[in-house]
């Protein structure tokens, strides 16, 4: 038996460590860690609460938005706020702009690279000016030993694409995609103010008054985003799943493909349509939403019930907290955060969520199977099963679908901003005491905050965010967390690479490192690469 351990595995933000145990050639166990504590529970605590959207979007460079948005929504419970329409709006049209340059660009960016020989690119030998360009580019890069960001890498296997035109095209999409990346940035201000981090909204809605012309401007800048996904981003991602990874989308590869795998999916409700004066229009109260949410037991697909956000917890047995003496888990509303590093069993900062005691994989698959989006559901119907590449294709489905309603956000919001300023706000003022709770699906998953208020101040203040549901360490019962799970049974054939494994979790596109290399598990050294 030979263990393997990757730390950090991810292309973005670090800290996650996997370790496996292979067996004749496949994983038999696997442990998920999270190497680096959050403490902004702690940090939020005595503050006023109108702090919180503010300071919570810096627990993420990436997912900075939804934070932002969630925890205005848990003040908005709390303060009993009613969001106007125009605010209602703009919090929508920041989260689906957000969502189609996050997918985009972990694809290209985070996840493409390990299914192409990069190398490939020097030999093409096409007409295409500007991928004749790239490929002196990289040639030249190559020849200065500095490939970076595209290297290092694994080792290539029978998945990887080598067609000189295929891969020459794939890397210019990615650097496309780059480009778009600032594009939408510079389209998100205008309802924002800055990007990262929002500073228009808060509770009781979205300050920013944008002009009839800004709007247009907005709209301009949103419709080449969205042909940018419709015809380069979704055509990409068809044409490689339905291609050279095929035979994984039918094994269900880092998901069904374990026989043992727990099938649990659960997003939550966002999007919400209209009624602004309703409560149907928080994403938590009601059923008016663009993406449903709902939770589906062990891939019975045809049995999704509404999330019952009662039935969370979150278990510290195997984490590096503690919890009073006799207590297994807590609900999020009553959730501790007292840290431990010292803990004896303990292997990870993340926690342990489940829901009705049960781990559930959250993020793009989950609301595909859930709002069974049509394109998925013909793929499975066509022999595919819930993994790896059925979320590649979710990201890339949901993406051209926010898009595309998007357009309509827009067009109202210049309705009404051509009969005067936009008010997007309704300011309430900081209860004495109160609850709330906020919850948003993130690019990557079920995201949800919860506040408690005391004398005008938090006096409590926890998240459950999709990369602790999906990274999640063993619970009191010993179950395994979610990539836990879904790696058992990858075959690793070589083990000085392992490809698969990296494959596996990128898939879950996990907001946890920002570079990646290798580190052998007897000597310790790091693995270099040479590209010739």
């Not at 490689?240 to 269900?252: Q, R, S």
């Not at 609301?367 to 559901?377: D, I, K």
Request: glycine letters at 8%; charged letters at 20%.
């Amino acid at each position: 038996m030979t263990r393997i351990v990757i730390d950090p595995l991810t292309r973005i933000e670090g800290h996650l460590k996997i370790e496996v145990e292979v067996e004749n050639g496949k994983v038999v166990d696997a442990w998920s860690a999270g190497m680096m504590a959050r403490g902004w529970e702690v940090l939020l605590k005595d503050r006023d609460p109108r702090d919180a959207p503010y300071l919570s979007s810096r627990v993420c460079g990436v997912c900075e938005g939804v934070h932002t948005v969630a925890s205005a929504q848990a003040l908005d419970h709390a303060f009993g706020a009613e969001i106007p329409e125009a605010g209602r709006i703009m919090r929508n049209l920041f989260c689906s702009g957000l969502y189609m340059h996050d997918h985009f660009i972990h694809f290209y960016v985070l996840s493409a690279l390990d299914y192409l020989d990069i190398m490939a690119v020097a030999s093409y030998n096409g007409s295409d000016p500007g991928l004749r360009a790239l490929r002196d580019k990289i040639a030249a890069l190559a020849k200065n030993k500095d490939t970076s960001p595209f290297t290092p890498r694994y080792k290539l296997d029978e998945f990887c694409v080598t067609d000189p035109e295929t891969v020459t095209t794939l890397v210019s999409h990615y650097v496309k995609a780059v480009e778009m990346k600032a594009k939408s940035s510079k389209m998100l201000n205008i309802i924002c103010g800055i990007q990262p981090n929002p500073a228009t909204i808060m509770a009781g809605g979205c300050t920013a008054t944008p002009s009839v012309e800004e709007l247009r401007e907005f709209r301009t800048l949103w419709e080449e985003q969205l042909d940018f996904v419709e015809n380069v981003y979704l055509k990409d991602v068809i044409a490689v799943g339905t291609g050279p990874l095929l035979p994984l989308a039918l094994n269900g590869f880092g998901g069904d493909m374990n026989p043992d795998y727990h099938g649990n999916y659960m997003c939550y409700p966002m999007f919400p349509q209209d009624n602004p004066a309703s409560e149907a229009d928080y994403s938590f109260g009601g059923s008016n939403h663009l993406v449903k949410g709902g939770v589906i037991f062990n891939t019975q697909l045809n049995a999704t019930g509404a999330v019952d956000y009662g039935k969370i917890t979150e278990s510290v047995t195997t984490s590096w907290y503690d919890y009073p003496a006799g207590v297994d888990n807590l609900h999020p509303s009553e959730g501790l955060t007292k840290f431990n590093p010292n803990k004896p069993g303990a292997y990870s900062f993340i926690k342990a969520p489940r829901y009705d005691g049960q781990p559930m994989e959250v993020g793009p698959l989950a609301r595909g199977l859930v709002n069974q989006f049509p394109e998925l559901m013909d793929l499975i119907n066509a022999g595919a099963k819930p993994g790896a590449i059925a979320r590649h294709f979710c990201r890339a489905i949901e993406s051209r679908d926010v898009g595309r309603a998007g357009l309509a956000w827009i067009d109202r919001l210049i309705e009404l901003a051509s009969k005067g300023p936009i008010v997007g706000m309704n300011d309430k003022k900081v209860p004495r005491s109160a609850r709330g709770m906020g919850v948003w699906d993130a690019p990557r998953g079920a995201l949800g905050h919860w506040i408690e208020i005391e004398d005008h101040r938090i006096k409590n203040y926890q998240l459950v965010v999709p990369s602790t549901w999906n990274a999640s360490p063993r619970d009191e019962k010993s179950v395994r967390g979610t990539y836990e799970q879904a790696l058992i049974g990858t075959p690793v054939p070589d083990v000085d690479n392992p490809i698969n494994l990296v494959r596996i979790i990128r898939s879950f596109d996990p907001c946890l490192a920002c570079a990646i290399h290798l580190i052998d598990p007897e000597t310790n050294d790091i693995k270099v690469y040479k590209v010739a």
